[in-house]
């Protein structure tokens, strides 16, 4: 007996090779105009055989299933299920997830540096672009669950990794990334990863600025910092040193700034070869019923020469320039989890979101109508990746039919794409 429907439409079954993604093409049209399929294929080894499958076979679809919205490794099935956008972008043949876990697995560590070599090529090409030479720096820390029996416990009591990365507050890009076990703590290596970083920038380009939380509040990074000529912005710590520091500004230097009071004193820390700015912001405890527990106290360690309020707010700009994208990438872009059981195989799936995320802030601003860049892939996923369309071979050609109120923009998009080929 059939159901009795609910809306007066009937069911019936197409031949036609549709796409639910047909947007998601002019990404790939995009890939092929920078020239990413070279790159990778000059960073990553050949395969082992003839019938081996070439990196950019995994990682191309990889690309498409982070943008297309895929958040692990099974996601891969609809992209190779997807016969009009593989029509479209000319793939014969794609590795199963099961196949792709396995070069992930088996690549490791070297895959991240491949990797990373190929977002340096894209990092030149994005920043050369620009008209600046000077760039800030945010780095941090965050925190990915996975509840594999390899992962190690965070500092936030959940089990998982601790992966560093380095943004461009200028245009959001990321300039560099470290995987890391989640027992590493948020100030290991820190003056490792900012020399990184400065390594990562094309020639004629510079990181001049610098902001982190409390984890990069150390003496060695600081003196790096100033000998390299970059003004900073540092979360410190309320520590006995700092707080013998606090107690000496005399009552009348503090004024009121937000919904507390700010000053300032000069500070170093033994190991310190310069002393820096001790900017203090001090917010009363309203309501508390313990009076004695006094003020609470936030401070920032700057070299910046600019009025203590002026210094505050750029610090507090990390929201937005830094958290606010590392959330963009773990969300948007499926790095919230990692999918395999072995720490080198996840390094290169962060990698490669950091190399997805990175595409999609370069197809933003070199191809997109400039009222488009401020949104977030997830925005975009939904106005461009995701619109159908048809594809139809006639006279030896290959049509994408899509919707009247679709058509101008894609042909928009790819005369950008095609001038980028072009140049």
């Known amino acids: 007996m059939i159901a009795k429907t609910v809306l007066p439409f009937k069911l019936a079954v197409t031949d036609e090779t549709l796409t639910p993604f047909a947007g998601l093409a002019l990404f790939g ?92 090529i894209l990092l030149k090409r994005a920043l050369g672009g620009e008209g600046r030479a000077f760039y800030t720096l945010d780095m941090d820390a965050t925190g990915i669950e996975a509840d594999k029996a390899q992962a190690q416990w965070t500092y936030k009591h959940f089990k998982g990794y601790m992966p560093m990365t380095g943004h461009l507050a200028e245009n959001g890009l990321v300039v560099a990334h470290e995987f890391r076990e989640g027992n590493v703590s948020p100030n290991s290596r820190n003056l490792e990863f900012y020399r990184m970083c400065q390594q990562a920038m094309p020639p004629g380009k510079r990181i001049t600025a610098f902001r982190a939380d409390s984890a990069s509040y150390q003496g060695e990074l600081l003196d790096r910092l100033q000998s390299d000529g970059v003004r900073y912005a540092v979360g410190g710590h309320a520590d006995a040193a700092t707080m013998e520091a606090i107690r000496s500004i005399p009552e009348t230097a503090w004024r009121p700034y937000r919904d507390g009071f700010v000053a300032e004193t000069v500070h170093t820390m033994n190991t310190m070869k310069t002393a820096f700015r001790l900017i203090v912001f001090k917010r009363l405890r309203q309501g508390s019923l313990f009076p004695e527990e006094g003020p609470r106290y936030h401070v920032v360690a700057s070299n910046r020469e600019e009025t203590a309020e002026q210094t505050l707010d750029w610090y507090h700009q990390r929201g937005e320039h830094s958290e606010n994208r590392i959330k963009e990438l773990k969300l948007d872009f499926g790095m919230e989890r990692m999918p395999c059981g072995q720490f080198q195989a996840n390094a290169l799936f962060f990698a490669v979101g950091v190399l997805a995320y990175n595409l999609f802030k370069l197809f933003v601003r070199t191809v997109l109508p400039a009222s488009w860049r401020t949104r977030r892939a997830s925005r975009l996923r939904y106005a461009l990746y995701a619109l159908a369309g048809k594809v139809v071979r006639t006279g030896g050609q290959i049509l994408l039919r899509v919707s009247r109120q679709a058509y101008e923009m894609f042909t928009s998009v790819r005369g950008a794409v095609a001038c980028l080929e072009s140049g």
């Open 29 to 120: 049209e995009f890939l092929q105009a920078i020239g990413l399929e070279r790159e990778v294929g000059a960073a990553f080894p050949a395969p082992g055989s003839a019938k081996g499958y070439r990196a950019w076979e995994h990682v191309q679809p990889l690309l498409l299933m982070l943008h297309g919205g895929g958040r692990a490794l099974e996601d891969l099935r609809k992209i190779a299920a997807d016969r009009g956008l593989l029509q479209l972008l000319g793939v014969r043949r794609t590795p199963s997830p099961d196949a792709t876990g396995d070069w992930l697995r088996r690549q490791g560590l070297g895959g991240v540096a491949a990797v990373q070599r190929v977002n340096r």
